[in-house]
């Protein structure tokens, strides 16, 4: 059973169009991640949720809305997706403690905007 | 802003031999460093992680050391095997895991 994962895990789509990517953990952690992993390879912490609560949002586009209907599950909707989106969308969970607790990633989204 | 560097984009090492892959970080707010390990359409997963406050920590074949002076950490493994390929992300985090800040990454392959 994957702890963590997500769907699709490839998005082809065209510029100006809305876009949902899922993702669900079953280690039943309080605490959620979205990553985005850019073209120079850099990955970057975009929201954080516990329990539901948003509780990190990093100057990230208003068109991007996470949405966490139950501490298992953390969505992305991206709406009217342009060019510079284009990368692949990492979800993670946690238990939300100390800074050297271990993170679990997904397998990622790669997002291709044409 | 890079708060956590990894200059090597690539390394190349024996089977058998040690691989030393490295880290310097700019933000001395930092309380612990991690190392997240990623296989090709895999998500990271974590490996081994250090706090601020010791300067050496081992995990069998993985050990991590902390030059807090230097701001620089390295992750050593020894022996190094192939299933070791893969990219190695250097991490640093304040005292809650809120927030990762994560390292550009460093290729390793190992030839036989």
């Known amino acids: 059973d994957t702890a963590v994962s997500q769907t699709p895990k490839y998005l082809v789509t065209q510029m100006g169009n809305d876009k949902s990517i899922k993702c669900e953990q079953n280690?039943?952690?309080?605490?959620m991640y979205w990553y985005k992993q850019d073209s120079k390879k850099f990955l970057k912490i975009m929201f954080s949720?516990?329990?539901?609560?948003?509780?990190i949002n990093e100057t990230v586009p208003n068109r991007f809305s996470p949405k966490s209907p139950d501490k298992a599950h953390l969505n992305l909707h991206i709406n009217s997706l342009e060019l510079g989106d284009s990368a692949v969308y990492f979800c993670?969970?946690?238990?939300?403690?100390?800074?050297?607790?271990?993170?679990?990633f997904g397998s990622g989204t790669q997002l291709s905007v044409l | 802003d890079q708060q956590v560097k990894q200059n090597s984009p690539s390394l190349s090492v024996q089977e058998g031999r040690i691989s030393i892959l490295n880290c310097d970080y700019t933000?001395?707010?930092?309380?612990?460093f991690l190392w997240y390990k990623k296989y090709p359409a895999e998500g990271p997963t974590f490996l081994i992680s250090?706090?601020?406050?010791?300067d050496k920590n081992e995990d069998g074949r993985f050990t991590v050391f902390l030059n807090k002076s230097a701001k620089h950490l390295s992750l050593h493994i020894v022996p190094s095997q192939p299933g070791d390929s893969a990219v190695y992300f250097c991490?640093?985090?304040?005292?809650?895991?809120?927030?990762?800040?994560f390292g550009t990454g460093t290729r390793l392959q190992v030839t036989l």
């Open positions: 993670a969970s946690g238990v939300g403690g100390t800074g050297d607790e271990k993170l679990f």
């Open positions: 280690l039943g952690h309080d605490t």
């Open positions: 949720y516990n329990n539901k609560e948003l509780i």
């Open positions: 933000n001395s707010m930092f309380d612990y």
């Open positions: 250090i706090s601020s406050i010791k």
């Open positions: 991490a640093a985090s304040g005292s809650t895991a809120s927030k990762l800040t």
